[in-house]
Nanobody
Framework: VQLQASGGGLVQAGGSLRLSCAASGRTFSSYGWFRRAPGKEREFVAAIRWSNGRTYYADSVKGRFTISRDNAKTTVYLEMNSLKPEDTAVYYC?????????????????WGQGTLVTVSS
């Protein structure tokens, strides 16, 4: 089982990036994106239930970020728009066998390696 996150990079404030998380080995019931900013704890960003596409977002990204899935590719995306310097962080994708949409780190048993997003002002 492997989660491969990609798509990070350097972008100016107001710009956009799309992160991808490709899962191999099995299909999970729900997927999440988390991030860890320098000097801060890892925090929840967004989650999606694989079966019906239901989504859930942290208040800080609601309206700017969109999580989606591609069933055929077993890939989850995080479209990030109107990026702010405070969105700078290492972004991690995670997967869970629990079909509930979870915002807690402890709810996810599988993690990708992280991809760095840097937003310049």
């Amino acid at each position: 089982v492997q989660l491969q996150a990609s798509g990070g990079g350097l972008v100016q404030a107001g710009g956009s990036l799309r992160l991808s998380c490709a899962a191999s080995g099995r299909t999970f019931s729900s997927y999440g994106w988390f991030r860890r900013a320098p000097g801060k704890e890892r925090e929840f960003v967004a989650a999606i239930r694989w079966s019906n596409g239901r989504t859930y977002y942290a208040d800080s990204v609601k309206g700017r970020f969109t999580i989606s899935r591609d069933n055929a590719k077993t890939t989850v995306y995080l479209e990030m728009n109107s990026l702010k310097p405070e969105d700078t962080a290492v972004y991690y994708c995670a997967a869970s066998l629990n079909p509930l949409i979870l915002s807690a780190t402890a709810g996810y048993g599988y993690w990708g390696q992280g991809t760095l997003v840097t937003v310049s002002s």
